[in-house]
Structure formats: C-alpha cells, structure tokens
C-alpha cells in the first residue's frame, strides 16, 4: 500500500501548480483522499477532502476559488489543482487516505509530503 504525491515545486504569486496522489496497492476510488499542508512554524491544517463519492469537501474555506481537487479513476490518482498561489501556500502537502472526510480514524494512511514553493 502506497500513496505517492507528485513532486511539488517552485512557482511565483499568482501561478499554478497541480499536485497528484497516485495509490499502489489498492484501489483509490473506494475512499475519501484529503489534503493537508504545513507551513514553516505552523500548526499543519486541512486544504480539501474529496469523499468515495467525489464531493468536494473544504476544510478551509477561503481557498474556495482558488484550489480544486478531482479524481481520475483510470490512474488512480486525486489532484489537487492550485491557482493563483500566493506566498502564504507556501508548505508541504500531504495527501491522506481516508475513510471520511471529517473523521480521523487510526487507519488513515498518509503519503509523504511534497514542498511547494511560492514566491512573492
């Protein structure tokens, strides 16, 4: 069992950048996938959850607008989609396997975090 985040990235305030989460092992479409992040000195905090049935879910609601996620079942993989990014998303996104979206259960599974990179 694996999840696999894409590798993160450098961009300037105000680009782009989409993350994948790609599962080995298992199949992804049966569970809940969400993403965390974690900024330098800061406490980590949800981004997005998308449920089994492929509902958005926002855990912080001011990136509404601006962050995305979907799913692609043929490559079992989640995206989270980032636009006009700004200096303050700058963190290590986590994707999370879950079994819902507002529970945390011991049998979450996380991947390894990916460094994103804003410049102002």
């Known amino acids: 069992v694996q999840l696999q985040a894409s590798e993160g990235g450098w961009v300037q305030a105000g680009g782009s950048l989409r993350l994948a989460c790609t599962a080995s092992?298992?199949?992804?479409?049966?569970?809940?996938v969400g993403w965390f992040r974690q900024a330098p000195g800061k406490e980590r905090e949800g981004v997005l959850c998308l449920t089994s049935t492929d509902n958005s879910i926002y855990y912080t609601n001011s990136l509404k607008g601006r962050f995305a996620i979907s799913r692609d079942h043929t490559k079992n993989t989640v995206f989270l989609q980032m636009n006009n990014l700004k200096y303050e998303d700058t963190a290590v996104y986590y994707c999370?396997?879950?079994?819902?979206?507002?529970?945390?259960?011991?049998?979450?599974?996380w991947g390894k975090g990916t460094q994103v990179t804003v410049s102002s």
């Open positions: 092992g298992f199949t992804l479409a049966t569970w809940a």
């Open positions: 999370v396997r879950k079994r819902e979206c507002y529970s945390t259960r011991s049998d979450d599974y």
